[in-house]
């Protein structure tokens, strides 16, 4: 069973500059797994910010971005906003599947 | 606009069946794949399944393989997804989303609650 796995929990301050990563236990996350990333506010659907590792969608923030770092898919956040308090995941492609990492809960504060 | 819209939620009894729909507007359904998203009450998400444009790729989670089948209907802007032999681990909000590779857009979600 293939498992993606992300940092639980970050906490950031206003102003401030945080990555989350997300890792395959199949080995390293290359362009080919196509990560996506999608942010989940409160009792909201999820919001797709980034899709094959760092293309943004016309509505992305500009200080949203998506790179490769040391074998894992990451995103970060420049100059983080009080809005930006959400839970964010991770999406892999695995060929036929596709999965979910379990999400990291970022706090402004 | 791009929308995603999707029913056909409720309670149901363990074993049972359920048939969900998501109907899409605002763009060329028949050009996009659309998968279901699954979200179980305080949880993350949950990959299910997928249909491609042309409904000739539908792939799916190991939890719902044999129990759940994806169907589209271009003529309606459709898709369905038909549950059987449902657990009371399929209790969650399912949301479709657009696109094969990049779910770039999300519905608000239909909410199955299976309980004796």
């Known amino acids: 069973q293939t498992e993606v796995t992300q940092e639980p929990s970050l906490t950031v301050s206003p102003g401030g500059t945080v990555t989350l990563t997300c890792a395959s236990s199949?080995?390293?996350?290359?362009?080919?797994?196509?990560p996506n990333w999608f942010q989940q506010k409160p009792g909201q659907a999820p919001r797709s910010l980034i899709y094959?590792?760092?293309n943004k969608y016309s509505w992305t923030p500009v200080r949203f971005s998506g790179s490769l770092l040391g074998g894992k898919a990451a995103l970060t956040l420049s100059g983080v906003q009080p809005e930006d308090e959400a839970d964010y995941y991770c999406l892999l492609y695995y060929g036929e599947t596709w999965v979910f990492g379990g999400g990291t809960k970022v706090t402004v504060l | 606009q791009v929308q995603l819209v999707e029913s056909g939620g409720g309670v149901v009894q363990p074993g049972r069946s359920l048939r969900l729909s998501c109907v899409a507007s605002g763009f060329s359904f028949n050009s996009y794949g659309i998968h279901w998203v699954r979200q179980a009450p305080g949880k993350g998400l949950e990959w299910v399944a997928v249909t491609s444009n042309d409904a000739t790729k539908k792939y799916y989670a190991d939890s719902v393989k044999g129990r759940f089948t994806i169907s589209r209907d271009n003529s309606k802007n459709t898709v369905y997804l038909e549950m059987s032999s449902l657990r009371v681990e399929d209790t969650a909000l399912y949301h479709c989303?657009?696109?094969?590779?990049?779910?770039?857009?999300w519905g608000q979600g239909t909410m199955v609650t299976v309980s004796s």
């Open positions: 989303a657009k696109d094969f590779q990049a779910f770039d857009t």
């Open positions: 094959g590792t760092k």
């Open positions: 199949t080995g390293a996350v290359t362009s080919a797994s196509y």
